[in-house]
């Protein structure tokens, strides 16, 4: 005779039930913070995402709901990254052949040369902003250029905080219109939108906001103290080119990535096909570094296989550089697909907790009454920003304020005929852009700390990251670059 069949009660969850999951996410994240500062991110939060991810399943079991159906939820969750990890390992492998083959070196040092004292701020934001739309990495912009930059108005006599402003500005503009940002991947990818529509989506935020920021970065010159008559000489990035051959045909990876981009190759192809052309030209073009790499890596001296394995492990494990100079340590020594590992654990983390939310109806149980109350499109996008937004306080990490509105919104878009794109961006200006501006997130916690600026003095003047999300908010109510599509029912979006 067959078992019987064991039936599982699944009940709803209540609200307790959708609450103590955010509450454990809450208190495990603040408490990673306060026990290891910046560190957290270096496990301590992935950890912490792992025990919430345990608190939302055991909240699933209680309810009736087999641990079968807690897998099936983790498999589509990580099924849904699939690709962006791919794109994410590219990326990593990018960056280390960027820099050993003077790519993003070309692109710093031209950068530095539109320096103008009179114009200081605004040309920190643009300087920024083209640095990390070439890497894709705000962190990386601040904690390199940026540390300089301000550095640098300290010696010009103008305002810290507002530099610190204009560094954050510029970075997250670039963070996100590059294919390589991580946070830009992600979006599209939890959305489902081709990764080219989405960037040129935001574009219609971004570039707006970063003009009206721009204007008031100039204003914001103009009025402020005269500075000094001219920007040091001897600022250290400036020494780039003489360790780099510094040339424009350092820049033809990058042109290269722009060509496949435009052609709609697929995004990982593409990455890895510029990586390759880095690594060749690095063998051509920048003998001395490659030779000085090789040697610090212990490989092969002979050229031909000395520079495979050179171009092998920047792909694999990041350029480094001890060339004396901090500034231009702290920049290159950077790259590899290991060093996404980290993301990739948070991403992880992240994903699971948000799909075990969203299978089980806790976050449901939370966000469909202020759904319901959004009758319009207007009142919906401010509902997006504030569920980002609100993650950003309570959380304290920009993956969760990313990835949650854009599982939980999703369908309720598709519902109202409203094209993934028009979430993709509302989500990386709700969630993304407005992570530094709090001062435990994770993101404010780094801008403060590598700036050497409070998060809450160089907020006012963080324009950039103030517009955007205010733009997305207000073409919601217009009806601006609303994309429409046509609406899908409940059946057919399951």
């Not at 069949?5 to 609450?19: C, F, G, I, T």
């Not at 280390?96 to 692109?107: A, Q, R």
């Not at 040309?123 to 930059?149: D, E, H, K």
């Not at 990313?402 to 309720?412: A, D, G, K, N, T």
């Amino acid at each position: 005779m067959s078992e019987p069949v064991v039936s599982h009660e699944v009940r709803s969850p209540s609200l307790s039930d959708a609450v103590i999951p955010l509450v454990a996410l809450t208190v495990l994240i603040g408490g990673s913070v306060a026990l290891f500062g910046l560190k957290a991110l270096d496990g301590p939060i992935q950890v912490a995402l792992i025990l919430a991810c345990a608190v939302a399943a055991l909240i699933a079991l209680k309810n009736g709901n087999p641990w079968s159906a807690v897998q099936v939820a983790g498999q589509g969750a990580l099924a849904s990254i699939t690709s962006a990890l791919f794109i994410l390992l590219a990326v990593g492998a990018l960056i280390g052949t960027w820099n050993l083959s003077g790519t993003i070196p070309t692109l710093v040092y031209y950068g530095l040369g539109v320096l103008s004292p009179g114009y200081f701020y605004v040309a920190t934001a643009v300087i920024c902003g083209a640095v990390a739309m070439s890497i894709g990495s705000s962190w990386t912009t601040a904690g390199t250029i940026g540390v300089g930059l301000v550095g640098i108005a300290t010696m010009l006599g103008v305002s810290p905080a507002i530099t610190a402003g204009a560094v954050i500005s510029g970075a997250y503009l670039g963070d996100k219109l590059s294919p390589l940002s991580e946070t830009t991947i992600l979006t599209a990818q939890m959305v489902e939108v081709d990764l080219y529509t989405h960037i040129r989506s935001q574009a219609w935020t971004s570039v707006p906001a970063f003009l009206i920021a721009a204007a008031g970065f100039t204003v914001l010159g103009v009025a402020g103290p005269p500075v000094r008559d001219a920007v040091p000489e001897s600022i250290e990035l400036a020494k780039l080119g003489e360790i780099f051959w510094i040339n424009p045909v350092n820049l033809v990876p990058l042109l290269f990535l722009v060509v496949l981009s435009v052609r709609k190759v697929p995004a990982s192809l593409a990455l890895l096909a510029s990586a390759l052309v880095a690594g060749a030209q690095a063998a051509v073009f920048q003998r001395d570094v490659v030779t000085g790499f090789v040697t610090e890596i212990g490989a092969s001296t002979q050229d031909v296989i000395g520079s495979v394995q050179a171009v092998w492990t920047v792909m694999a494990n990041g350029f480094s550089i001890n060339s004396g100079i901090g500034d231009i340590d702290r920049l290159l020594s950077r790259g590899g697909m290991d060093s996404m590992l980290l993301t990739i654990w948070l991403i992880i983390g992240a994903v699971t907790f948000g799909a075990l939310l969203e299978k089980f109806g806790l976050i449901d149980r939370l966000v469909q009454p202020m759904i319901a109350a959004a009758k319009t499109t207007g009142r919906l996008y401010l509902s997006v920003f504030c569920t980002g937004f609100g993650l950003n306080i309570a959380a304290g990490d920009q993956y969760i304020a990313l990835v949650l509105p854009s599982r939980i919104f999703r369908v309720e878009f598709a519902k109202r005929g409203l094209a993934p794109q028009n979430l993709s961006r509302l989500a990386a200006d709700s969630g993304t852009v407005t992570s530094p501006l709090v001062p435990w997130n994770s993101c404010g916690a780094f801008m403060g700390a590598v700036l050497g600026v409070p998060t809450l003095l160089y907020l006012p003047f963080a324009l950039f990251n103030i517009a955007s999300p205010a733009l997305s908010v207000f073409y919601g109510y217009t009806g601006f670059k609303v994309v429409r599509a046509e609406p899908v029912t409940e059946s057919e979006g399951a």
